[in-house]
């Protein structure tokens, strides 16, 4: 482990000016969901300037993309994203709101870092295996549109993963660790309701209350677990429409499997029709997206996990954490409050004041097998876990506490706090690889865990 060790420190030195740069472009880039093309088309240059076949455009996405390098078993993947959030632009490193020139998007969930990252642990693992002369395959999946609808759920349906023999997964964010969580199946699709006739335009209106009615009485009829949000899209004003009226609402549906989502789908789309044929309008129900529940398979975590503790937490200098200490200064009141309790059930409430005056993560959360933590929310990532074993981690790139989808995390992580959040990302991903093209029997019980969890085990 010390070899790989060194050797890692060594290799990711030599990439890290690129990464770096490749980081910030796509930081300053800040595409949208669907609209990552300089981000794709940079991160796909970099892999074929590497020797990886890069194949465009898959499921139909123009903006997603699959990798290769190396040749036969096993089959190591690591997932890239690269899309950006309306509204969140933001000064790199500034610990005040600072929107750009332009306002517009910002990376507030780091998926600049999350796409380059990954890509540095493919280079390093394909570097590995071309000095080492070792069989296997390195494979890089361009993610587009992970916070929309999102490409995963796609290639896992076509079968793109159907030859993988694990994949690795991150994401930034205030910690760093492997945790043992469950996270939610999900459905959401749009109800519209239509009226042709003028006079009769408030029964659209009529037919959005009905249902959600309906659906708040289903509640008492739904397994605990299952939980079932609505919104309106139109403020519930009629819309007048090519001669049409309509109101429309967006439908939520999760629950901890994915068959209990399906069926729970199906009933809210049941009170949407009858809604429609009380009030005589029409009802066009408008898919928008669908994950399946995302769980940790045991084996590939242990592997991640081991890795995460032999590589450690981000390398942190004060300069950093002065920096962190800076933007959760400005944490409201809740914030900082929920980061104080972060802090005493990490730390132990004899180094809350510490923590706070350091506020970047300096440990590592090890898997536990025998501890699963169950949350509601939803990750696309959950399709590529019954597709192939899977395992997802999260690593610093950004204060203790940081809101999800925040300036805070757009400022950050164009920081060095978010460079140093990606190197130890890249070198825990490539370690948790090498040990997999080395010793392919590391894997062992990893698919049969997969199809027991299919089968509903």
């Known amino acids: 482990m010390d070899g790989l060790l060194n050797w890692m420190k060594i290799r990711y030195s030599e990439i890290a000016p690129q990464i770096s740069a490749i980081n910030q472009a796509i930081w300053t880039y800040a595409e949208p969901s669907g609209e990552e093309y300089r981000s794709a088309r940079l991160l796909e240059q970099t892999l074929r300037d590497n020797g990886f076949t890069v194949t465009v455009g898959v499921c139909g996405h123009p903006t997603a993309f699959v990798a290769d390098y190396g040749t036969g078993k096993p089959v190591v993947a690591f997932l890239g994203e690269y899309d950006a959030l309306p509204g969140l632009s933001q000064a790199a490193g500034v610990p005040a709101p600072t929107p750009l020139p332009g306002g517009g998007c910002g990376h507030g969930c780091g998926h600049c870092a999350l796409g380059s990252g990954s890509l540095a ?92 009615v309906a659906v708040n009485y289903l509640r008492e009829h739904v397994p605990s677990g299952v939980r079932m949000h609505y919104a309106y899209l139109d403020a519930g004003r009629p819309a007048a429409e090519k001669g049409r009226f309509q109101n429309s609402l967006a439908y939520t549906v999760r629950a901890p499997r994915a068959r209990a989502v399906e069926e729970a789908a199906q009933r809210v789309r049941a009170c949407a029709r009858g809604a429609a044929k009380m009030t005589g ?72 004041e510490e923590r706070m005056a350091c506020p970047l993560d300096s440990g590592v959360e090890p898997f536990d097998p025998a501890v699963c ?85």
């Open 121 to 212: 642990a493919a280079l390093l693992a394909h570097q590995y295996l071309e000095e080492k002369g070792l069989p296997g395959t390195v494979r890089y999946y361009g993610c587009c549109s992970e916070e929309t609808d999102g490409v995963k759920p796609y290639m896992a349906r076509a079968g793109l993963f159907n030859d993988v023999d694990c994949v690795f997964a991150w994401h930034p964010g205030g910690e760093t660790g492997v945790p043992n969580v469950a996270l939610a199946a999900m459905e959401s699709f749009q109800v519209i309701f239509t009226q042709d006739s003028e006079d009769r335009a408030d029964r659209t209106l009529e037919a959005c209350e009905l249902t959600n």
């Open 373 to 457: 933590r169950y949350n509601s929310a939803s990750s696309d990532v959950g399709d590529v876990g019954y597709a192939a074993p899977t395992a997802s981690m999260r690593v610093a790139c950004a204060a203790l506490g940081t809101p999800a989808h925040s300036w805070f995390m757009t400022g950050m992580i164009g920081s060095s706090i978010g460079e140093k959040g990606i190197a130890c990302a890249a070198q825990i991903l490539a370690l948790a690889a090498i040990r997999v093209f080395e010793e392919p029997r590391l894997l062992a019980g990893a698919q049969e865990e997969r199809l027991r969890r299919v089968r509903g085990g």
């Open 281 to 352: 309008t029409a009802c066009e129900i408008r898919p928008q997206s669908r994950y399946a529940d995302r769980f940790q398979n045991s084996v590939v975590a242990a592997l991640l996990s081991e890795a995460a503790q032999a590589v450690g937490p981000p390398a942190w200098d004060a300069a950093d954490q002065a920096l962190a200490r800076a933007f959760t200064a400005r944490y409201d009141g809740a914030q900082s409050q929920a980061l104080r309790e972060l802090i005493r059930r990490k730390y132990g409430p004899a180094r809350e």
